[in-house]
């Protein structure tokens, strides 16, 4: 139905910088919101920025001021701008799309990418 694939990833410095991207194809129409989370050696997958489908933006206080998410809408790609990079930001990331089936109860569906590694290391 949804189909996301990630790439960018690789090895950095500390205080470097990386690019991810994340292309979506398929039913695409409905997706409510989009995302990037990340998981860790032996760590639970944490969500590190999202976006909605009218633009708005959240950051994990570990990354605000660092990461930065954004969209071509007319390519049907995310991006994820990661800067000074930081070795607790060592982990694989996952591109999520997101849509909403109903409000009340709340209830929604996750799409997931199979993730790119990011290892920042001298």
């Known amino acids: 139905q949804v189909q996301l694939v990630e790439s960018g990833g690789g090895l950095v410095q500390p205080g470097g910088s990386l690019r991810l991207s994340c292309a979506a194809s398929?039913?695409?129409?409905?997706?409510?919101?989009m995302g990037w989370y990340r998981q860790a050696p032996g760590k639970q997958r944490e969500l590190v920025a999202a976006?909605?489908?009218?633009?708005?933006?959240n950051y994990a206080d570990s990354v605000k001021g660092r990461f930065t998410i954004s969209r071509d809408n007319a390519e049907n790609t995310m991006y994820l701008q990661m800067n000074s990079l930081k070795p607790e930001d060592t982990a694989v990331y996952y591109c999520?799309?997101?849509?909403?089936?109903?409000?009340?109860?709340?209830?929604?569906?996750?799409?997931w990418g199979k993730g790119t590694l990011v290892t920042v290391s001298s």
């Open positions: 999520n799309a997101h849509r909403v089936v109903h409000f009340t109860p709340y209830y929604g569906m996750d799409y």
């Open positions: 398929g039913s695409i129409f409905s997706i409510n919101a």
């Open positions: 976006i909605t489908s009218g633009g708005s933006t």
